[in-house]
């Protein structure tokens, strides 16, 4: 189960990198609300389809779940995908990654005090070291240029991403992860239906390579992407899932350089790879007093002269070599 999670999260990073390219082409041709609105009620459609060709998977929510859905759906779903679209018009690449991806400590602090997460060790130490790499991500891509309007879109975009996410978890020991999803991404959709009329008029201008781009889009970064993510998230601390987002600037780097031709500096590089460190450290789980336990009786059953150096699970209490 723990694999699966991990591949769920690792696909869930990679659309949503892949989606900073798709968005970076749509920009000239869709304005931030009619985006929002065209790839969140063409993912919902796609997610409803799938959910009610398998019966078995819906489970219709109780009261009590509705209030964390509409806010998981107005704030992720909604307002954090048109403030972070219009903000990308105002900012560059470099400003704008650094200042959303504020949401992953923001997801921390609020998951360690309304969920009873609490501050373990090695998330705290893995989202410092991961946060350290997006301030370098975006210290080497920045033109030293930031829109204030623009700034404040940003921090909008991570406060509602970080309080989305916190109200989604405990949503998933309830629903289908894919349930979740439909629902949040439906309400986005309804919470951005006053675009409709920009949005009519864009795509009678917008050439087919764009309306392409948008059902990629709907299809896998928010359709695909969600689900996975959500399935992930159920299955794991909303922090350290938080911290594990901190590889999509890395990615979608990568994707920049392949696809773009954008050659990423050097600094972006040690950035990226301080990410992916801090990611590692908060996705390490540490061994359990049983496992310790169990490898110390193996070891000492060859002999306690056979105790290896290279072990210091199998040592004394304070983890040196137990004397002979």
């Avoid at 696909?11 to 041709?29: P, Q, Y």
């Avoid at 009261?63 to 219009?86: M, S, T």
């Avoid at 060859?302 to 072990?311: A, E, F, K, T, Y």
Wanted: glycine share 10%.
């Amino acid at each position: 189960m723990k694999k699966q999670s991990t591949i769920a999260a690792a696909v869930t990073v990679v659309l949503w990198a892949s989606s900073f390219v798709a968005i970076r082409h749509l920009g000239t041709e869709f304005s931030a609300g009619a985006l929002s609105l065209a790839r969140l009620s063409l993912g919902s459609l796609l997610l409803g389809l799938f959910l009610w060709a398998q019966p078995g998977v819906r489970r219709w929510p109780a009261k009590r779940d509705w209030p964390q859905l509409l806010a998981c759906g107005l704030l992720w779903f909604g307002v954090y995908n048109v403030a972070l679209n219009e903000a990308e018009r105002r900012l560059d690449a470099g400003t704008a990654a650094m200042l959303v991806h504020i949401a992953p400590l923001l997801i921390a602090v609020l998951a360690g005090l309304t969920l009873g997460e609490g501050f373990p060790r090695r998330l705290v130490i893995g989202g410092l070291v991961a946060f350290a790499g997006i301030v370098v991500i975006g210290t080497s891509t920045s033109s030293g240029h930031a829109e204030t309007w623009g700034v404040v879109l940003c921090l909008i975009a991570a406060i509602a991403y970080a309080v989305g996410v916190v109200t989604q978890k405990p949503l998933l020991s309830r629903l289908p992860a894919a349930e979740v999803t439909w629902l949040a991404c439906t309400v986005g959709a309804v919470a951005c239906l006053p675009f409709t009329p920009t949005l009519i008029d864009e795509l009678h201008t917008a050439s087919a390579t764009t309306i392409w781009w948008v059902v990629y889009l709907a299809a896998f970064p928010t359709a695909l992407g969600f689900t996975t993510w959500a399935f992930a998230l159920r299955r794991t601390t909303a922090g350290k899932m938080g911290v594990t987002v901190y590889a999509v600037p890395v990615v979608a780097i990568a994707l920049g350089w392949i696809f773009l031709g954008e050659t990423p500096a050097l600094l972006a590089l040690i950035g990226g790879a301080l990410c992916l460190t801090g990611v590692a450290i908060s996705r390490r789980t540490p061994r359990s007093i049983d496992e310790v336990r169990s490898i110390r009786s193996a070891r000492m059953a060859d002999g306690p002269g056979r105790v290896r150096r290279s072990d210091p699970e199998v040592g004394g209490d304070d983890g040196r070599r137990p004397s002979r």
